[in-house]
């Protein structure tokens, strides 16, 4: 089967860091896009960042110079930098894997709650 396990969410304080990652079961693992999304209580889901089987990596606006993703191919895993976190980051973060015949599948999402 093909899985993915988040780990890392946790409650902090505004301008604190969390590092999530999201250890994937399954082949091919270095040839898959991966990313993460958030949904907040009363929002749409929303992509946060995403990572190519090449490297090449994309943020969301809200974002962009305080999270970094990154892959370790060789453990399978993607991870989700996360810096300067604000109240506004807060929500459940899922990873998510994408795989050929464009076939995605998602991780069971982590909380992550930062406080004023």
């Known amino acids: 089967q093909v899985q993915l396990v988040e780990s890392g969410g946790g409650l902090v304080q505004a301008g604190e860091s969390l590092r999530l990652s999201c250890a994937a079961s399954g082949s091919m693992f270095r040839l898959d896009a991966m990313g993460w999304y958030r949904q907040a209580i009363g929002k749409q889901r929303e992509l946060v960042a995403s990572?190519?089987?090449?490297?090449?990596?994309n943020y969301a606006d809200s974002v962009k110079g305080r999270f970094t993703i990154s892959r370790d191919n060789a453990k399978n895993t993607v991870y989700l930098q996360m810096d300067s976190l604000k109240p506004e980051d807060t929500g459940v973060y899922y990873c998510?894997?994408?795989?050929?015949?464009?076939?995605?599948?998602w991780g069971q999402g982590t909380q992550v709650t930062v406080s004023s």
């Open positions: 990572i190519t089987s090449g490297g090449g990596t």
């Open positions: 998510y894997r994408d795989r050929y015949a464009s076939i995605r599948y």
